[in-house]
């Protein structure tokens, strides 16, 4: 009996020594990527003077993790010009956003369209107009998801039908139809 015991003991004191002796461990709290000023410019120049799909998807990296408005509404103004030069990616799409994010303190959802001034929801909507007249699938998406539910735009189901069956046409595929039974 005395030898189990002193068993368990050492057996708990091995167990907590060594629950001392891990390493903390260390988070880091950074939690969007660290370009350098230099690396940054060289992102920009290449995306508005040449529009290279790489330069633009970094930055569009670096700034989805940022909400202070100066940092978006530098790339707004990139996301602009790169949709208005290339129609680059999903720039019409992300200028949308972006409008949205710089109205609503940093926070994107579709239903804050409506809620836009009235010059800031026109210049939203005209880019998403204009990435459906590049096929853009997400443009087409949000436009029928603002028609659906009514957010900023009268509500209609037959519009919203009408884009969503265009989308599954076009794109042999719908994200999801959760929400759609409205």
Same mark, same amino acid.
């Given at each position: 009996?005395?030898?189990? #015991? ?18 903390? !461990?260390? *988070? ?5 990527? &660290? ?5 940054? &410019? ?15 998807? $970094? ?11 100066? !940092?978006?509404? &530098? ?23 972006? #409008? ?18 009235? $010059?800031? !929801? ?9 990435? #459906? ?8 998406? *949000?436009? $029928? ?11 209609? !189901? ?19 139809? #959760?929400?759609?039974?409205?």
């Amino acid at each position: 009996m005395k030898n189990k #015991i002193n068993f368990i003991i050492t057996l708990l004191l091995f167990i907590a020594c060594q629950q001392k002796d891990q390493p903390k !461990k260390v *988070v880091n709290k950074n939690l969007y990527p &660290d370009y350098s000023k230099k690396y940054l &410019d060289y992102l920009k120049k290449s995306s508005i003077d040449s529009g290279n799909t790489y330069s633009y998807g $970094e930055l569009l990296n670096y700034y989805s993790y940022n909400n202070d408005s100066t !940092k978006m509404e &530098d790339f707004c103004q990139i996301s602009k010009t790169v949709a208005d030069k290339y129609s680059l990616c999903d720039s019409n799409f992300e200028v949308y956003k972006i #409008i949205i994010r710089i109205n609503n303190k940093g926070i994107y959802h579709d239903s804050l369209f409506g809620k836009l001034p009235k $010059e800031k !929801k026109e210049m939203a909507f005209s880019y998403i107009k204009k990435g #459906i007249k590049e096929n853009n699938p997400s443009c087409l998406g *949000v436009l $029928e998801m603002l028609y659906r539910h009514g957010y900023g735009v009268p509500k209609s !189901k037959k519009k919203s039908d009408s884009l969503y069956n265009l989308f599954y046409k076009k794109y042999d595929f719908y994200p999801s139809k #959760i929400g759609r039974e409205n």
